[in-house]
Nanobody, 116 residues
Framework: QVRLVESGGGLVQAGGSLGLSCAAS????????MYWYRQAPGKERELVAR???????NYADSVKGRFAISRDNAKNIVYLRMNNLRPEDTAIYYC??????????WGQGTQVTVSS
């Protein structure tokens, strides 16, 4: 069992920056890929960024060049640095991880609100 706890959301003006973090605990030694997803009101949950254990990254086109995902394997923490935020980035952001044993886990989510 892996428990994920996100932190760092909040309210920011357009053009501003925020940083999110997600700490994995429990059987976190088996964590492989780590993800950030987001879900805006009335919309489906979408993948924002992915990072493998070796550090390879992928981003949604809408955030390329503005967001950066990183991780600390020793501490089992994944980060999302968000720059030049836009009102359309407003959403609940969720951490998600794959594990070697198979199960996939979700965090509880953290709200990011970007005002225009």
């Amino acid at each position: 069992q892996v428990r994920l706890v996100e932190s760092g959301g909040g309210l920011v003006q357009a053009g501003g920056s925020l940083g999110l973090s997600c700490a994995a605990s429990g059987s976190s030694f088996g964590v492989t890929n780590m993800y950030w997803y987001r879900q805006a009101p009335g919309k489906e949950r979408e993948l924002v960024a992915r990072i493998t254990r070796s550090g390879n990254t992928n981003y949604a086109d809408s955030v390329k060049g503005r967001f950066a995902i990183s991780r600390d394997n020793a501490k089992n923490i994944v980060y999302l640095r968000m720059n030049n935020l836009r009102p359309e980035d407003t959403a609940i952001y969720y951490c998600n991880v794959d594990t070697i044993s198979g199960p996939n886990y979700w965090g509880q989510g953290t709200q990011v609100t970007v005002s225009s």
